[in-house]
């Protein structure tokens, strides 16, 4: 089982960036697919991203492809989003969870759990 606490969220302008973290317990950390996701008001969760394992195959939606990077240290137990070039409708509640299906064949995912209490991301314009 994994515990994670995410962090680093905030408030930024329309063309500012936020590094998001997640810190994760237990020594099963590097054993996970783990991924990145949120939720906006009103809006079902969506999937921001995804890493596998050893962090060498990554996916992201469309809609933060090329703004968004993903990235794990397995030595440090630990998560990380890099958000760049943030818009207004990046604001969401930002969560990681760890994929007890793995990595899937299309990038995804697959079947995440351990979720953690989220963090808040808010962009103005």
């Known amino acids: 089982q994994v515990q994670v606490v995410e962090s680093g969220g905030g408030l930024v302008q329309a063309g500012g960036s936020l590094r998001l973290s997640c810190t994760a317990s237990?020594?099963?950390?590097?054993?996970?697919?783990m991924g990145w996701f949120r939720q906006a008001p009103g809006k079902e969760r969506e999937e921001v991203a995804c890493i596998s394992r050893s962090g060498a195959l990554k996916n992201y939606v469309d809609s933060v492809k090329g703004r968004f990077t993903i990235s794990r240290d397995n030595a440090l137990n630990t998560l990380y989003l890099q958000m760049n070039s943030l818009k207004p409708e990046d604001t969401a509640m930002y969560y990681c969870?760890?994929?007890?299906?793995?990595?899937?064949?299309?990038?995804?995912?697959?079947?995440?759990?351990?979720w953690g209490q989220g963090t808040q991301v808010t962009v103005s314009s």
């Open positions: 237990g020594s099963r950390f590097a054993s996970y697919a």
């Open positions: 969870a760890a994929s007890l299906g793995g990595y899937s064949r299309s990038g995804s995912c697959e079947r995440p759990g351990y």
